[in-house]
């Protein structure tokens, strides 16, 4: 049984930072390509970041890049989320995801994604 839990997520100030953690089981991890996705009340699912499963790939959305970092550690069956300069609008739930590694990780559907965490909320207040 596969199983992605977050982490991580909380209430911060505008400015500031949080670090989100996935902790995947159930799966050869080193094998999947992981993704963050957010979504807020009212909204569809937004894609955050994607990581290849080597880590040697990323890849962001412009709302993210530069404030947000993906990484992984194979050995830990684990992938963060740094998200640095938060603003409200990043406030959603957020979710990690996995996916084979078929296709580029630049390919960010949601549909792509084959197995999802239950989510971990953020909350950036003004």
């Known amino acids: 049984q596969v199983q992605l839990v977050e982490s991580g997520g909380g209430l911060v100030q505008a400015g500031g930072s949080l670090r989100l953690s996935c902790a995947a089981s159930?799966?050869?991890?080193?094998?999947?390509?992981m993704g963050w996705f957010r979504q807020a009340p009212g909204k569809e699912r937004e894609f955050v970041a994607a990581?290849?499963?080597?880590?040697?790939?990323?890849y962001y959305p412009d709302s993210v890049k530069g404030r947000f970092t993906i990484s992984r550690d194979n050995t830990k069956n684990t992938v963060y989320l740094q998200m640095n300069s938060l603003k409200p609008e990043d406030t959603a739930v957020y979710y990690c995801?996995?996916?084979?590694?078929?296709?580029?990780?630049?390919?960010?559907?949601?549909?792509?994604?084959?197995?999802w965490g239950q989510g971990t909320q953020v909350t950036v207040s003004s």
């Open positions: 990581i290849s499963w080597t880590g040697s790939s990323t």
């Open positions: 159930g799966l050869t991890f080193r094998t999947y390509h």
């Open positions: 995801a996995a996916r084979a590694n078929w296709s580029p990780v630049t390919v960010s559907g949601a549909r792509e994604y084959r197995y």
